[in-house]
Nanobody, 124 residues
Framework: QVQLVESGGGLLQAGDSLRLSCAASGRTFGVCALGWFPQSPGKDGEFVTAIIHTHFTYFADSVKGRFAISRDNAKNTVYLLMNSLKPEDTAVYYC??????????????????WGQGTQVTVSS
């Protein structure tokens, strides 16, 4: 079992930066792929980014060059750094874990564990 708790959401303006954190419990954290999936009208289950092991990262085209993902396995935490935020980035961001990693990092239905979500709102 893996439990995930997101934090760091907020209300921002276009162009701002924000870092989300996702703290995990469970001894299998190291073998999990970790992803972030925003949910809003029209963005249900849309893949944004994922990280496998400590350095294999993947990004949706819409966030390449703006978002970064990293993980600290010693702290059982994954981070999402969001730069140059846009109003269309507004969503509830969910952290998810695929344990063990299935290799299908961009498919939300492959993820076994989900956090409660954290709201990110970007105004123009």
């Amino acid at each position: 079992q893996v439990q995930l708790v997101e934090s760091g959401g907020g209300l921002l303006q276009a162009g701002d930066s924000l870092r989300l954190s996702c703290a995990a419990s469970g001894r299998t954290f190291g073998v999990c792929a970790l992803g972030w999936f925003p949910q809003s009208p029209g963005k249900d289950g849309e893949f944004v980014t994922a990280i496998i092991h400590t350095h294999f990262t993947y990004f949706a085209d819409s966030v390449k060059g703006r978002f970064a993902i990293s993980r600290d396995n010693a702290k059982n935490t994954v981070y999402l750094l969001m730069n140059s935020l846009k109003p269309e980035d507004t969503a509830v961001y969910y952290c998810a874990a695929d344990c063990p990693d299935s290799g299908l990092y961009n498919n939300s239905w492959m993820y076994d564990y989900w956090g409660q979500g954290t709201q990110v709102t970007v105004s123009s």
